[in-house]
């Protein structure tokens, strides 16, 4: 694809940037480059939303424990107690928080890279620079949430005994397949909330429906085959299901079969979520133009 | 284009003035209209029929060398803003191009991205990184901004504990220790205190003498004066004249001393006014008829009416008001008026120099019949600018202050130890 956009061209025997502007029609390339240019205002935009996100706040950093140990708690009284939902074979609480915790880190991701363009209009309409940092970096600063959290579902593993798998190794790829989802569906909201604040609305009403919809509360062996992988697409499936085999597998119940590693779900998953990501950041940039005027 | 920093050709840019509405009738119709919408502008935004839209710049082109200050002036609404939003890329041109050589800076605003929960020392990194500064950067200016700003003691407090006048310099020190081959200024010097804006001005002309390319637009127009080298003036979003400076100002001066300060209604049934009085014409002249009037000249302000009812008792009464909305002064034409014949009425004043401050004034007009009562009143009747006089600036280009602005004269005397006086007059500093 032909871009269209301000080209940054270094000029080699000058050293100095060349910079030509004029109007861009259509879509428009990602231009990751620059977004890599300005790295340092994206490492000070994360440090900031890092910063601010718990000041003056009374309990501070423990909110990011606080919601999904919460949930987990509410969860287990009435889907594993009350309800009797299957858990596949680990002790529910675990079971519904090694769920939580990626969920958490997309929810939060998502809802607050929707709203960070309109709540950063007044840097938008002021000062240029690759607008695609401002989502990034919402999304990138909930990973010392995620960490928080983490680390307490380290302490209940440990409290219930479970030893991690070798397969922990593939976390840090599901932790990229949660941000890659999470940042592919903030940006499709933060690009349409410039224009439609309905947005707002949308958005945590989307979170909730999308909790039911994917394996927190219940296993996803509760489908049969074909339709456990096509569940698939919706790549939290993928995320949440992964998360489990990788942390928890090895401690299935006595007398049943070890989770089984969830390949074909993940693929699926992994392909869904690309999808989401690259046609996120392609509509993003397609609008970009038109945010200082319309926001 | 090897020494040019900046070369623009043929930038317009169209905005849209709010859509008109379609009334719908029931919910249905609104939903299906809006769900239209809402499909065809996430599929093919701005490119949508819009008959409603307006060119705020059109045929926008100059090219700037390096090293040169360029003042870009207008009135409001010329398109000075959209301007500089399409040379810092803010927003897009809808046609046209311009090639930028070299970094820019631009500063549209003063602590652009402060947070106010952040302290000092944390704005000044995260202001510095929006502006386009790296960390090693903000880190070697740190302790020379932190001294400009003269905020040392509370550097590690949060911003949203400061002074507005605390915030200002913080955001300003950070800015003007930008360094880009190209800084790009709106109007900011419009803020803060007079001590501050001289800080700032200072500051400013530093910059400008220190060989870099500035692009610099404000309503100062004596800080364009004593910053700029070149000036472009805009109007209706297009280039009406670029030139030096001084030439380019005096265009401008003129063209609003033309638009506004004077009004004529040649015939008396279309002419402003009542059964008893219509006004047939107001205007401002400089007593050495030039065509531009500063602190220095005396002028005239003459109007001319029609009495309709014979042996009518007509005097005027003036009212002069700056810029700031203050009453400079209020002056009658006659304490006795006269009975005067039915036909066509002359009154001039005259306005002495060295007496009003530059900026822009308006004036009301009341026509009083007995000397009490208004027959007739013109608020806004006549708007036009006093220019400031270069030579009488002490190295000071900021706005003078005080309402008005005599030349009064002085006397300095040298006291010897016998109480002796031996000295001379001066003319004050105006």
């Given at each position: 694809m032909k871009t269209m956009t301000a080209i940054t061209e270094p000029v080699v025997e000058h050293e100095v940037p060349l910079t030509v502007i004029r109007p861009s029609r259509g879509w428009r390339s990602l231009d990751l480059r620059e977004v890599w240019a300005y790295r340092e205002l994206l490492y000070f935009l994360v440090w900031r939303d890092v910063k601010v996100r718990y000041k003056q706040t009374a309990l501070g950093a423990s909110w990011a424990i606080i919601q999904?140990?919460?949930?987990?708690?509410?969860?287990?009284?009435?889907?594993?107690?009350?309800?009797?939902?299957?858990?596949?074979?680990?002790?529910?609480?675990?079971?519904?928080?090694?769920?939580?915790?990626?969920?958490?880190?997309?929810?939060?991701?998502?809802?607050?890279?929707?709203?960070?363009?309109?709540?950063?209009?007044?840097?938008?309409?002021?000062?240029?620079?690759?607008?695609?940092?401002?989502?990034?970096?919402?999304?990138?600063?909930?990973?010392?949430?995620?960490?928080?959290?983490?680390?307490?579902?380290?302490?209940?593993?440990?409290?219930?005994?479970?030893?991690?798998?070798?397969?922990?190794?593939?976390?840090p790829f599901l932790l990229l397949l949660a941000l890659v989802t999470s940042m592919g569906v903030g940006l499709w909201f933060a690009a349409l909330n410039v224009r439609y604040r309905d947005v707002q609305y949308i958005v945590p009403f989307l979170v909730q429906i999308w909790l039911f919809v994917t394996p927190i509360a219940y296993p996803s062996s509760m489908l049969d085959e074909p339709w456990r992988t096509l569940y698939a697409l919706n790549p939290m499936a993928g995320v949440?299901?992964?998360?489990?085999?990788?942390?928890?597998?090895?401690?299935?119940g006595a007398g049943e079969a070890p989770l089984s590693a969830p390949g074909p779900m993940l693929a699926v998953s992994t392909v869904a979520a690309i999808a989401i990501f690259v046609g996120g950041a392609f509509y993003f940039r397609r609008l970009e133009r038109t945010f200082a005027d319309v926001v | 284009m090897s020494d040019l920093a900046i070369a623009a050709s043929g930038v317009g840019k169209r905005y849209r003035i709010g859509t008109a509405q379609v009334q719908h009738n029931t919910l249905r119709d609104a939903l299906a209209s809006s769900t239209r919408r809402l499909w065809s502008s996430m599929t093919s935004p701005g490119d949508r029929a819009e008959p409603d839209h307006f060119w705020a710049l059109q045929d926008v082109s100059f090219q700037l060398r390096q090293g040169e200050v360029l003042g870009i002036i207008g009135s409001n609404g010329a398109g000075k803003s959209t301007l500089l939003k399409i040379l810092s890329r803010i927003t897009e041109p809808t046609t046209?191009?311009?090639?930028?050589?070299?970094?820019?800076?631009?500063?549209?605003?003063?602590?652009?991205?402060?947070?106010?929960?952040?302290?000092?020392?944390?704005?000044?990194?995260?202001?510095?990184?929006?502006?386009?500064?790296?960390?090693?950067?903000?880190?070697?200016?740190?302790?020379e901004i932190v001294d400009f700003a003269e905020i040392d003691r509370f550097i590690d407090t949060p911003v949203k504990h400061?002074?507005?006048?605390?915030?200002?310099?913080?955001?300003?020190?950070?800015?003007?220790?930008?360094?880009?081959?190209?800084?790009?200024?709106?109007?900011?010097?419009?803020?803060?205190?007079?001590?501050?804006?001289?800080?700032?001005?200072?500051?400013?002309?530093?910059?400008?003498?220190?060989?870099?390319?500035?692009?610099?637009?404000?309503?100062?127009?004596?800080?364009?004066?004593?910053?700029?080298?070149?000036?472009?003036?805009?109007?209706?979003?297009?280039?009406?004249?670029?030139?030096?400076?001084?030439?380019?100002?005096?265009?401008?001066?003129?063209?609003?001393?033309?638009?506004?300060?004077?009004?004529?209604?040649?015939?008396?049934?279309?002419?402003?006014?009542?059964?008893?009085?219509?006004?047939?014409?107001?205007?401002?002249?400089?007593?050495?008829?030039?065509?531009?009037?500063?602190?220095?000249?005396?002028?005239?302000?003459e109007f001319e009416y029609w009495n309709l009812v014979p042996d009518t008792r007509l005097s005027l009464s003036v009212h002069v008001y700056n810029h700031h909305g203050v009453r400079i002064f209020n002056v009658g034409s006659t304490k006795e008026p006269t009975s005067q014949p039915a036909g066509l009425v002359r009154e001039t004043c005259s306005v002495p120099g060295d007496l009003m401050n530059s900026g822009t004034y308006h004036l009301e007009l009341i026509v009083l019949r007995?000397?009490?009562?208004?027959?007739?009143?013109?608020?806004?009747?006549?708007?036009?600018?006093?220019?400031?006089n270069p030579d009488l600036r002490a190295g000071w280009y900021g706005e003078w202050p005080g309402a008005v602005r005599p030349n009064l004269p002085w006397r300095i005397d040298r006291i010897d130890e016998d109480g002796e006086a031996t000295g001379r007059d001066a003319a004050g500093v105006p």
């Open positions: 999904p140990f919460f949930t987990m708690v509410v969860f287990s009284l009435f889907f594993g107690r009350l309800a009797g939902v299957p858990s596949d074979g680990l002790p529910y609480p675990v079971f519904a928080f090694a769920a939580l915790v990626p969920w958490t880190f997309f929810a939060n991701g998502l809802t607050h890279s929707a709203n960070s363009l309109v709540g950063s209009q007044n840097l938008i309409k002021k000062v240029y620079f690759p607008r695609l940092s401002i989502p990034v970096a919402t999304v990138l600063a909930g990973a010392v949430d995620f960490a928080l959290a983490f680390a307490v579902l380290l302490g209940m593993m440990l409290f219930y005994g479970i030893t991690p798998t070798a397969n922990v190794i593939w976390l949440v299901e992964g998360f489990r085999w990788a942390l928890l597998g090895g401690a299935a | 046209g191009e311009i090639a930028i050589r070299g970094r820019v800076g631009s500063l549209l605003e003063v602590g652009t991205g402060f947070h106010s929960e952040l302290t000092g020392r944390e704005n000044i990194f995260l202001n510095g990184a929006i502006l386009g500064m790296t960390r090693q950067e903000i880190r070697g200016k740190f302790d400061y002074s507005s006048g605390m915030y200002l310099r913080l955001g300003f020190a950070v800015a003007a220790h930008l360094e880009p081959e190209i800084l790009i200024v709106d109007e900011v010097l419009a803020v803060g205190d007079a001590d501050f804006q001289r800080k700032c001005l200072g500051k400013m002309g530093s910059i400008a003498v220190g060989g870099r390319t500035v692009v610099f637009v404000s309503h100062n127009l004596d800080a364009v004066q004593a910053l700029c080298t070149r000036a472009l003036l805009l109007d209706e979003g297009r280039v009406l004249s670029d030139g030096p400076t001084h030439q380019v100002l005096e265009q401008y001066a003129k063209s609003r001393l033309d638009s506004v300060s004077r009004k004529s209604w040649p015939e008396p049934q279309s002419a402003p006014g009542n059964d008893t009085v219509r006004l047939k014409g107001a205007r401002i002249l400089a007593e050495d008829g030039a065509d531009t009037i500063d602190v220095r000249t005396p002028f005239r302000l007995d000397q009490t009562e208004a027959v007739l009143k013109f608020e806004d009747l006549l708007v036009w600018e006093i220019a400031d």
